[in-house]
């Protein structure tokens, strides 16, 4: 059943402000759903002409109506209820009580003032679950809109308006119903009634409600109007496209949602712009998911419509399905829930989470599949192309000992139905194949080409200011006044040479130009200062083979205005192993263009970390002002996302503008797979042991537990201790860039890794009974880096560095040497290697006068027996150095 509530008005209420009057609004409540009118300010009479629908199911139940006093400070204040019993309403003649005045009753019974108002409203039971805009008969809200209260002046006309809120044909049921429960039988109506509606109605649904609450029970805590009527729900009645363009028109801006930990299901790359195949995949018209229903033997497809969720921020919407039976599970019910995280026009993020409470143990989790669909790389035909990511976990809702198990089905599992689901989807779109598209860094590099000015246009754009203009003009006046203008004849302090002002007036308008003229003068030095060294780095090839490392700087957006012209003379610099590469200042831009190509020379190993900073060319007198930076991680990115990317830049003044550069970068190994066999090579010589080139699926293995790039390669590891508040045993990993450990003791996982460049000291602790008789390596990480590894860490010092303690090695001097040797080799520079040699030989050399030979400390090995300092007069070890 529907029960129709229209609050009409109040009047006669409580004053319950200082000035007399009351902030009111009206509550409404029928079981557990709860709904609230708009609030009328200041006023004892407010009127509100709001309608309102609630499911009946049984006849018990009640309608409470309070009117509170809205307070924005404290709770808001009770003003009076009223109670309707819903069997009162069906057993009232056509099922609709008159529209009256209802008195107002206080919060207990035991309160004294007993004048506490009216409230005027109509209520109608209806038997069908349609809602007012389901009436073939006509909607009230279409009468209330031609005439707000016209219809309420006279009972007659409220009868006539609510009439049309009933079905317009009565069945023979319900003239049954009215025949047999009376107004005499009330006890029995009540309980019968209540019973046979509840058998025919059981299964209809509610329509959506004007204005809702939470679920949580009525209070006098002050509770935010934020619900809309029904008419203004803006998933009601939209397409798939225009739903999609208003989340698009809500998105923030903010970061694209990481890749879920349970691993990557699909990654592949398709000739479909992204709009087309984000509605390729969700669209409610499409075919595919029809069709993968039928290849993996799915039943039972019920699609609910998309919608906003409660927040009105994400699309959401849910369906239910009956998968197939397997060799294991018997056939179950499963419901997904798919709901939009990001719709910025080029990048759609869908978060799918599936239960299927049916198996064993289905209700203490649920599977989270994680659809990312962005740009891809651009086509030789100029084409767009959509790069899908797939990646998913496991969210246990209960722990269980089971855990390990339910993870290994479901990997498998999932890995075998996305298999599936990629030959199915490269059937409908041609899938983008990135080999083909290895020239596309010749392609891309070719079509840049820096965009060239002449002197006389930057020029232009510099000079081109009011300063200028105004010094310019101030200049010529000046200049056109001394020559109409006849001499002064000497007075005051004046002598010949030596002209003053000679009042207040003059005094301030020299000043004036002579700051004007300083200000012109420091911008022509700075114009001409940076066009003299407006050298670039773009266009100098690298040197060396190895790992290539390539930057294309394409453009930067929303930089910082640091100028008093209100713009910014930006240049940037990239920092990596040492190296700089400066790009050429472009003045004065906000949104700089620059197409400039940056090479670094080749390594021995692959790059970590590239460092990007970006700075406001101040002049050759001032330092340059740091507009914003970042860091690139390439142990944290794919080089395909970094093919072309839209860096956001750190920093005060970055963040407060979101400036961000973009950028292309490329890597390639001009050895191949030689470079991991000399590097390895390299290392042997300074491990003095045989080091063994490892097994792709052991390369692979090591990848996939830190999810590292596939150009990472493993050189050793070892058993170990991780010591913390207690020793935890696992494997220590070595690569050429990081360091990581791992464990997984009783289906609980540790894992962690950091790189060799933030390594800022390696200590070796001798055996102690805390260390278990076991020597110790302790790694001291630089100051705020390593914070993502911070779990790992046994301390941190005052100066805030990370202190990472591993014990108990099998094999303590092979991982010493070896640990030592990486680090040296990646994170020290040549002077640093040199001085530590030294330090560490403790050979100091004598070289003769005679013949110039070297006398190492090595080839005469000696023990000291006596040492002694004595005083001697330098005096006399000059006449003793006279008479030998």
Known sequence: MKLFVRVIEARNLRGIDFNGLSDAYVKLKVGKQKFKTKVVKKSVNPSWGEDFSFRVEDLKEKLRIYVLNEDKYFNDDFVGKVKIPIWKIFDAENKFLETTWYSLQPKNKKSKNKDYGEIRVAISLSLNNSSFEESPSGSPNDALNNDKYSDFTSDSSSVSLWSSVKSPSRTSSTKMEEETFGKEEKPNSQSIAGRFVQIFQRSETTSTPSRSLSESDLSDR???DVSENSSENPSGGSTFGELISMMESKDQGGDIPSNLPGGILLDQSYAVAPPDLNSLLFSPDSNFPKTMADLQGTTDLQYKPWKFDDSGEKLTRVFTYVNAATKLIKSVKATEEQTYLKVDGKVFVVLASVSIPDVMYGSTFRTEILYCITPGPELPSGEQSSRLVISWRLNFIQSTMMKGMIE???????????????ETLSQSVNVVDLKDLGSSKEQCLASLQAEPQSIWRLARQYFLNLTVLSTVVMGGYVLLHIFVAMPNKIQGLEFDGLDLPDSIGEFIVCGILVLQLRRVFEITVR????KKQNGSDHGVKAQGDGWLLTVALIEGSSLAAVDSSGFSDPFVVFIYNGKRRTSSKKFPKPNPQWNEIFEFDAMDEPPSMLEVEVYDFDGPFSEPTCLGNAEINFLKSNMSDLAD?????????????????????FLNNTRGSNVVKEYLAKMEKEVGKKINLRSPQTNSAFQKIFGLPPEEFLINDFTCHLRRKMPLQGRLFLSARVIGFHTNMFGHVTKFFFLWEDVDDIQLLPPTLASMCSPSIIFILRKGKGMDAKHGAKTQDEDGRLKFHFQSFVSFNVAQRTIVALWRAKSLSPEQKVQIVEEESGVKSLRTQESGSFLGLEDASMSEIYSSVLPVLVSALSWCAMHI
Request: with cysteine; net charge positive.
């Open 645 to 665: 990317i839209w860096i956001p830049l750190k920093g005060k003044l970055a963040q407060a503008c979101q400036a961000k550069l973009h950028i292309k970068i």
């Open 408 to 422: 290994g089905g479901a990997r498998q599992g999932l890995k075998d139905s996305f298999k599936q689901y990629a």
């Open 222 to 224: 002050p509770e935010p």
């Open 527 to 530: 114009f001409m200062h940076a």
